[in-house]
């Protein structure tokens, strides 16, 4: 009787007020059972005027978002468009030329040896999957390295090739500049790195080795 058009979808919190248009307000239009009413379009759809939604999707395209507030692209090989109100985990946000020069967000993965990120580079990530060396994340820490208890990558001892920890003690293999001592516990897996086989008691260079061996005393 005041004007309003009984075909108006209504538009919602507003006590029954009707609109000509769902999409102005951020909703699209919804009808059920002869009901018509506009429904709030998704978080992750692209607010304003030329945006809002057609469905409740989580996609841009009809049913869901006309525009994404950010882009997935964090391993979507479908063609539908993925639309997201932030970045999953293991991905950074990025900004990209979108259609007709209008900058939008994405989110892209990390490398697969970071699970935080600011680009796709291994290279100074927050967190890494397995180990840092240095800025880098790795599967593991290179030779002369080991990984501490926060899987930070320290520099073995200055006898170790290789080691399991930090001092001498803790060598798997020794360097080129010393010899390793024998041992009869086959099960051990560090060795006794030294500058020199102790000659007087017993040991020899083991020839084309960089081992010591011992011909007059039991081993270690």
């Not at 989580?58 to 997201?84: L, R, W």
């Not at 939008?104 to 990530?125: A, F, L």
């Amino acid at each position: 009787s005041s004007g309003i058009n009984a075909e108006w979808p209504l538009r919602p919190g507003d006590s029954g007020a009707c609109v000509r248009n769902c999409t102005t307000t951020g909703t699209y239009e919804h009808v059920e059972n002869g009901k018509r009413e506009c429904l709030p379009c998704s978080n992750a759809c692209m607010k304003g005027e030329s945006s809002g939604c057609t469905g409740s999707g989580t996609f841009q395209g009809y049913g869901g978002c006309n525009a994404c507030k950010m882009y997935d692209k964090t391993g979507n090989t479908t063609d539908e468009i993925s639309c997201v109100e932030e970045c999953p985990p293991k991905s950074y946000k990025y900004i990209e030329d979108g259609e007709n020069g209008i900058y939008r967000e994405v989110c892209k993965p990390c490398d697969e040896q970071c699970t935080i990120c600011t680009n796709e580079q291994n290279y100074d990530c927050p967190a890494c999957l397995k180990v840092k060396q240095g800025p880098y994340c790795q599967e593991q820490c290179d030779n002369g390295y080991y990984a501490d208890n926060d899987d930070i990558c320290r520099e073995c001892s200055n006898e170790c090739a290789t080691c399991t920890g930090p001092g001498k003690e803790n060598c798997t293999r020794c360097d080129s500049t010393h010899y390793s001592l024998p041992t009869k516990d086959i099960t051990m897996t560090t060795k006794q790195c030294v500058e020199q086989c102790p000659s007087n008691y017993g040991y020899y260079k083991k020839e084309k080795s960089t081992d010591c061996d011992s011909a007059l005393i039991p081993l270690l």
